[in-house]
Structures are given as structure tokens and as C-alpha cells.
């Protein structure tokens, strides 16, 4: 089968993380467990998730002129995602201080840097976005430019996913474009005033699984039993195999997502942890490919 062209219009950081026994209060000072750096920003996430799931993946985003730039093309490029959209800018490129505890919950502060500079859709990307089969956005870049690419998306023919996140609010004249909203419950409760008026509505559910509701109804998917070290990039994750899966096989996409976002909580990181499709496939026991439905 081929690969489904995915374009990614979202933010690319570097995480900062910080393993602790558990979150400090405040004024407290605490002894850290471990620190690493890794690629991450929602869109680079997802869009290391839709590569690794099979996709054909092009990410349009901006990193700064600084190192860390330069390590999180050279990261985007060894996943298999296409960089040539990817413009680099004078400044500082996004970072995220993430603090994991032991019981792997995560804190996240996200300083925007080269993301906020992504105020405008190049002829070139526009061009790649007729061309996809999915446009997937995050809400962590400029909403006018989310906005126009989703907007040009719809008017092409590209299955437009949106995840909203961070929830803000979202235009008519960008929620109305959009097939696929994909939400966790608490997005769900915040957005819910917008959640109607999708073709199809995401919710995922934490351990729990995901429902979706399309046009026929709802219908649920379990996550797999797994052991979590770190939940940081699994709903990440989860869209990034969703939007692959839904042009490959739709009635099993959020199966095979709930599979990926489930995995996902078992590795340190965020683009790092999102597994790869003989790894969702080995869990599900079979390739996908031989499924019939």
C-alpha cells in the first residue's frame, strides 16, 4: 500500500526533562532523579508519530538559528519526516521544561520562541497541503495560520485532523473545516460547544481507551495493558497514528492508535517514545495489513 502523505503545520521544541520522586511545592527546593534533552514541541511529535506509523510525512514549522535548531532538524530528518519545509529563523528555537514524577505524571512549561514566527503559509506550503492525504494541526502555533492552512486544506480535498490543544478558542471559520477533532476529556468538556458541528469527534480516554463518534454512531477501543513510565507524547502519539491509520485502514484506526498511544507510555520522551508499526503490530498480534476489518 502506499504511504499516506501526511503534512504536519505545528510547533517543534526541545524538551528539557527532569525526573523527580515527585513535584516539588512551592518554594521547595528538590532533588532531581535525572535530566535529559529530547525533540518535542505537538506537531514534531506527531509528526515523528505519523512517520514511524508508516506515513509519508512533511512537517512545516521554524526552529531558531542556535543548536538546538540544528538538532531537532537533524532529529526530524533520521525519523523520516521531510525538512525542506522546514524554515529556520533568527532567534531562539521553542523549548519545554518537562518535570516527570515517579508515578509518571508530567508538568510542562513551554516557552513558544521560533513557533510564534509561523505567521504565514509559503506557496511551496500551500502547494504540499493540496497535495496530502491528511493535514494535521495543533492550536501551538499562530491560530490565523492554523486557521488558513486548515482552510486551504478543506477547499482542496485534504482530510483536515485537528487536535486543539492547548484549548483556546477555536474560529467558526476554522472548526468548520475540520473532519476529525481530536480531544482528551478535559479538551472534550472545554470545546464541547464546537464538538457537534465535526464530522467525527476523537475522545481520548487516558487508559481507558478512546471513543470515536462519526456519522454512525460511537464506538469505543480499550488502550492495551501496559506499564507506564511516562505519559509525556502519548496523546501525541495516539493522533499521529491515527491520521496514517484512517487513510490505511479506517475501521481499525483507533485500535491501532489506542495500540500506539498505549506503547508510547512506556519509554522516556516525547517524539522518542512514539513506537514504530512492526512494534503496534507485534502488540495487536498480526500485521494490520492482513486484517479485514
Request: charged share 15%; with cysteine.
Given at each position: 500500500?502506499?504511504?499516506?502523505?501526511?503534512?504536519?503545520?505545528?510547533?517543534?521544541?526541545?524538551?528539557?526533562?527532569?525526573?523527580?520522586?515527585?513535584?516539588?511545592?512551592?518554594?521547595?527546593?528538590?532533588?532531581?532523579?535525572?535530566?535529559?534533552?529530547?525533540?518535542?514541541?505537538?506537531?514534531?511529535?506527531?509528526?515523528?508519530?505519523?512517520?514511524?506509523?508508516?506515513?509519508?510525512?512533511?512537517?512545516?514549522?521554524?526552529?531558531?538559528?542556535?543548536?538546538?535548531?540544528?538538532?531537532?532538524?537533524?532529529?526530524?530528518?533520521?525519523?523520516?519526516?521531510?525538512?525542506?519545509?522546514?524554515?529556520?529563523?533568527?532567534?531562539?528555537?521553542?523549548?519545554?521544561?518537562?518535570?516527570?514524577?515517579?508515578?509518571?505524571?508530567?508538568?510542562?512549561?513551554?516557552?513558544?520562541?521560533?513557533?510564534?514566527?509561523?505567521?504565514?503559509?509559503?506557496?511551496?506550503?500551500?502547494?504540499?497541503?493540496?497535495?496530502?492525504?491528511?493535514?494535521?494541526?495543533?492550536?501551538?502555533?499562530?491560530?490565523?495560520?492554523?486557521?488558513?492552512?486548515?482552510?486551504?486544506?478543506?477547499?482542496?480535498?485534504?482530510?483536515?485532523?485537528?487536535?486543539?490543544?492547548?484549548?483556546?478558542?477555536?474560529?467558526?471559520?476554522?472548526?468548520?473545516?475540520?473532519?476529525?477533532?481530536?480531544?482528551?476529556?478535559?479538551?472534550?468538556?472545554?470545546?464541547?460547544?464546537?464538538?457537534?458541528?465535526?464530522?467525527?469527534?476523537?475522545?481520548?480516554?487516558?487508559?481507558?481507551?478512546?471513543?470515536?463518534?462519526?456519522p454512525d454512531g460511537t464506538v469505543h477501543s480499550d488502550s492495551p495493558l501496559v506499564t507506564p513510565v511516562?505519559?509525556?507524547?502519548?496523546?501525541?502519539?495516539?493522533?499521529?497514528?491515527?491520521?496514517?491509520?484512517?487513510?490505511?485502514?479506517?475501521?481499525?484506526?483507533?485500535?491501532?492508535?489506542?495500540?500506539?498511544?498505549?506503547?508510547?507510555?512506556?519509554?522516556?520522551?516525547?517524539?522518542?517514545?512514539?513506537?514504530?508499526?512492526?512494534?503496534?503490530?507485534?502488540?495487536?498480534?498480526?500485521?494490520?495489513?492482513?486484517?479485514?476489518?
Amino acid at each position: 500500500m502506499k504511504a499516506p502523505r501526511i503534512v504536519v503545520v505545528g510547533s517543534i521544541n526541545m524538551d528539557m526533562v527532569t525526573t523527580v520522586p515527585r513535584f516539588p511545592a512551592p518554594g521547595e527546593t528538590l532533588l532531581g532523579n535525572a535530566f535529559s534533552t529530547t525533540a518535542g514541541g505537538k506537531g514534531s511529535n506527531q509528526a515523528v508519530a505519523a512517520a514511524k506509523a508508516g506515513g509519508d510525512v512533511s512537517f512545516i514549522g521554524a526552529i531558531g538559528d542556535d543548536g538546538f535548531g540544528t538538532q531537532l532538524r537533524t532529529m526530524l530528518a533520521e525519523a523520516g519526516v521531510d525538512t525542506e519545509l522546514l524554515r529556520t529563523v533568527n532567534g531562539s528555537t521553542g523549548v519545554a521544561a518537562i518535570t516527570v514524577s515517579a508515578n509518571a505524571e508530567n508538568n510542562i512549561v513551554v516557552v513558544a520562541g521560533a513557533n510564534d514566527t509561523v505567521s504565514e503559509l509559503t506557496e511551496a506550503d500551500l502547494a504540499a497541503i493540496s497535495r496530502a492525504d491528511v493535514l494535521l494541526c495543533q492550536l501551538e502555533i499562530p491560530l490565523t495560520t492554523v486557521t488558513a492552512a486548515v482552510r486551504h486544506a478543506h477547499a482542496n480535498g485534504t482530510i483536515v485532523v485537528l487536535n486543539p490543544s492547548p484549548v483556546q478558542d477555536v474560529p467558526s471559520g476554522l472548526i468548520d473545516s475540520v473532519d476529525i477533532l481530536v480531544v482528551n476529556q478535559s479538551e472534550a468538556g472545554q470545546l464541547s460547544s464546537i464538538t457537534d458541528r465535526v464530522p467525527y469527534l476523537v475522545t481520548t480516554l487516558g487508559a481507558a481507551g478512546a471513543d470515536l463518534r462519526g456519522p454512525d454512531g460511537t464506538v469505543h477501543s480499550d488502550s492495551p495493558l501496559v506499564t507506564p513510565v511516562d505519559t509525556t507524547g502519548a496523546g501525541d502519539a495516539f493522533t499521529g497514528a491515527f491520521a496514517v491509520e484512517w487513510i490505511r485502514h479506517r475501521g481499525r484506526a483507533l485500535r491501532y492508535a489506542c495500540a500506539a498511544g498505549g506503547l508510547a507510555t512506556t519509554i522516556h520522551g516525547a517524539a522518542a517514545s512514539s513506537p514504530t508499526r512492526a512494534a503496534v503490530e507485534n502488540l495487536l498480534e498480526g500485521p494490520l495489513d492482513s486484517d479485514t476489518g
